[in-house]
């Protein structure tokens, strides 16, 4: 591919405190998941098939040649570091071009539902200026799909990073001014002329709107995700001109996002996080393993709440990267809770503790399908639970109680999509994980009744290249047909569910 032009096509991705360089500091910049080789473990140690060498982690040579002919060995790139002679298929290297083929990780097999961040071309410029990673998705085969959105090497990305319409970063909730994306690109706009406007990723419905008495004055993207922001100005010639760029959305830590349709009237769907490394039945109006709607919000961790929540899985300890109940972080902008719509983010800043761990931060009990402005109450705002600072080798489980179907006569399709550190781990529900023909349905029979559990997920320790990114594994009703395990509120409050599996 050739040099991509910012000034005709650009794309915004918002990131949550995450430096340009953060997706791909040292050698963990991939966020891949959990991929499985042929026998369906968790293949260790770096691939290649045969031994590296260096002793730094940072990459060596596999000696194709029985060492006849040392100077045309070919260097592997374990960490990611450069170019190599073949795909490989662990660690730090998954999401990577480690052939420069522009495919990605072609030959390596995978989990339906699962996702990664992916980088074509060059590994070695994945964290230069300019340069940001797409997202794979895996599909119903086990195969790992195109690299879709992010900006890339082979794109001369490293070379873009003084273009006038240029990528942008925020986390989900930020304020932001979209006159940042487009750089000098409108210094010669007519008064008046100038116009923003955004199309959200794939699931995000409503799109908020951009508001504000300036034209980019304030858009708040909710959920995380690659954005496309179009800007549209007129010159004193009277030609229109315009330019697109992309602002990438995320947060750090485990960000767990529901969605589910809202045009077919009010419907309450709950999210749940059990407790990691523990497997006490769950409870659907909440208890001190199971954190969703009724004690995981801020007004259950208020200082001042007439009942305060019995959600506390960690130490009070401001060690970070330990996992913590409360933090404030010293610089306000990294406080996710602070910018939670609907006011719920000015109640988080004034309980003056910091954001919990874990939360809730909406609780969508029904809203309005044609509002565009976020802040609004009767937006359609996703429902979210953040842990912004997992647990290491934990595993926790997430789960969707159909809560109540109202006025209702349709299916409701629930979507659940998994971020671990910035990156996408999983997309579940009517894309990915199930084929399309069959989505993940609750009927209009099954409010107050129905719950899915849905995944479980993983932060391991850092490997050898640094590489920590977060383990999903979906679960089944069974495996070969790809049907999701689809159970009942009487059974998980009396039973946990399957087993974890064994740690990886």
């Known amino acids: 591919m050739g040099r991509r032009r910012f000034s005709f096509s650009l794309l915004i991705v918002v990131g949550a405190a995450v430096s340009s360089a953060g997706f791909a500091a040292s050698c963990s910049a991939t966020g891949s998941s959990n991929v499985l080789d042929s026998s369906g473990a968790d293949e260790p140690g770096v691939g290649g098939g045969g031994t590296t060498g260096g002793g730094d982690g940072l990459g060596g040579f596999l000696d194709i040649d029985g060492g006849q002919e040392p100077h045309s060995d ?3 790139n374990p960490c990611g570091s450069a170019c190599g002679d073949k795909e490989l298929c662990t660690g730090a290297t998954l999401g990577l071009d480690d052939d420069c083929d522009g495919s990605i990780d072609e030959t390596c097999a995978c989990i339906p539902g699962q996702a990664h961040s992916c980088f074509r ?10 340069c940001f990673p797409g997202t794979q998705l895996c599909d119903e085969t086990g195969t790992w799909g195109p690299c879709v959105g992010g900006v890339h090497a082979d794109e001369n990305c490293h070379m873009d990073s003084g273009a ?3 990528p942008m970063q925020a986390s989900p909730f930020a304020n932001l001014d979209l006159k940042a994306g487009i750089g000098t690109f409108g210094a010669d706009a007519l008064a008046g002329s100038e116009l923003w406007t955004v199309d959200c990723p794939d699931g995000v419905d409503p799109c908020p709107g951009v508001t504000g008495s300036d034209p980019a004055d304030d858009f708040k993207p909710l959920q995380s995700g690659e954005y496309t922001v179009t800007y549209t100005k007129r010159v004193a010639s009277g030609a229109t001109q315009s330019c697109e760029y992309p602002l990438f959305v995320s947060a750090g830590g485990l ?7 809202h045009d077919v009237g009010d419907v309450d769907l709950d999210l749940h996080l059990h407790r990691p ?7 659907m109006l ?9 004690n995981c919000a801020i007004s259950h961790f208020a200082t001042k709440s007439p009942e305060p929540s019995d959600i506390r899985w960690f130490l009070n300890s401001a060690r970070l990267p330990n996992p913590v109940n409360w933090y404030l972080d010293p610089v306000p902008g990294n406080n996710g809770c602070f910018n939670a719509p609907r006011g719920v983010g000015e109640q988080w800043k004034a309980n003056g503790l910091g954001c919990h761990n874990p939360r809730i931060d909406l609780d969508n009990r029904g809203c309005d399908p044609t509002r565009t402005d976020p802040d609004h109450t009767s937006f359609c705002a996703p429902e979210n639970i953040n842990l912004d600072y997992p647990p290491k080798r934990q595993w926790m489980r997430i789960g969707v109680h159909y809560y109540d179907e ?21 997309d579940l529900g009517p894309a990915g994980f199930y084929s399309p023909e069959r989505p993940v349905a609750f009927k209009p029979t099954d409010g107050r009744t129905m719950f899915w559990l849905v995944a479980d997920v993983l932060f391991p320790e850092p ?10 594994r979906p679960l089944y009703e069974s495996a070969s047909a790809k049907t999701p395990l689809l159970t009942t509120r009487d059974d998980v409050e009396a039973s946990f569910g399957p087993a974890y599996p064994t740690l990886p």
């Open 286 to 294: 909440g208890s001190s393993v199971d954190c969703g709607w009724n």
């Open 121 to 130: 071309g060059d590994p070695s410029f994945r964290n230069s200026e300019g």
């Open 74 to 76: 070919v260097m592997v």
């Open 255 to 261: 960000r767990v996002e529901l969605e589910w349709e």
């Open 277 to 283: 490394n523990n497997t006490q039945p769950w409870k």
């Open 164 to 166: 006038p319409c240029r």
């Open 406 to 426: 109202g006025m209702v006569k349709h299916d409701i399709h629930p979507r659940i999509k998994i971020f671990c550190d910035s990156a996408l781990g999983a």
């Open 463 to 472: 490997d050898e290249c640094g590489q920590a990114a977060c383990v999903v």
